[in-house]
């Protein structure tokens, strides 16, 4: 479901005016609701650490100038969604914007490691949202039973599950899984 721009910038303004609350990791926009989400837990966030860390050492060489960077926005205004992956590939210039979130031309890769609290949205509502985005490869991990999919356009039809320890391609990428923990 999209909403249009109008109802979505007055989303999007109360989405900036909320405090940052404790317990309370990001917020994002879908659905025509404003979502909060719970703070990862350490084993999630080492899985964003570990896949950042090699997709850095990887971009110098098939493309000079992007980074693998946690802690962004990515922002679709057409189709209503605020997101923020776990992890997103960008050109570094690109944080030089006064925009405030990324547009998703920009993003080559989005990284998101499933919750426990709400893997649907990992499953369904974002392989939709990155889909329509136009972002050519998604990356679903799942700590929860150690497995994952590798996403990629046209419209993720092609879709690669794989399992921890691992080593998938995600576009020119090579990344192994072999350091991914499930969780307890």
Do not use: C
């Amino acid at each position: 479901m999209s909403i249009d721009p109008a109802t979505y910038m007055k989303l999007r303004e109360i989405a900036d005016q909320l405090p940052q609350m404790p317990g309370i990791g990001k917020i994002e926009i879908a659905n025509g609701e404003i979502v909060m989400m719970m703070s990862p837990v350490r084993r999630h966030e080492l899985a964003v650490i570990r896949l950042s860390r090699q997709l850095n050492t990887q971009l110098s060489a098939t493309h000079p100038g992007y980074i693998a960077h946690a802690g962004a926005d990515l922002e679709d205004v057409g189709l209503g969604r605020l997101r923020r992956p776990d992890l997103m590939v960008f050109a570094e210039t690109a944080m030089e914007s006064e925009q405030p979130a990324l547009l998703p031309h920009e993003v080559l890769l989005v990284v998101e490691i499933v919750s426990r609290s709400n893997p649907e949205n990992d499953y369904d509502a974002k392989v939709h949202d990155y889909a329509a985005m136009g972002i050519p490869h998604y990356l679903l991990v799942d700590p929860r039973d150690g497995t994952g999919i590798v996403h990629s356009q046209p419209s993720y039809a092609l879709r690669e599950k794989f399992v921890f320890g691992d080593t998938v391609t995600v576009g020119p990428w090579r990344l192994d899984t072999s350091g991914l923990l499930t969780y307890p």
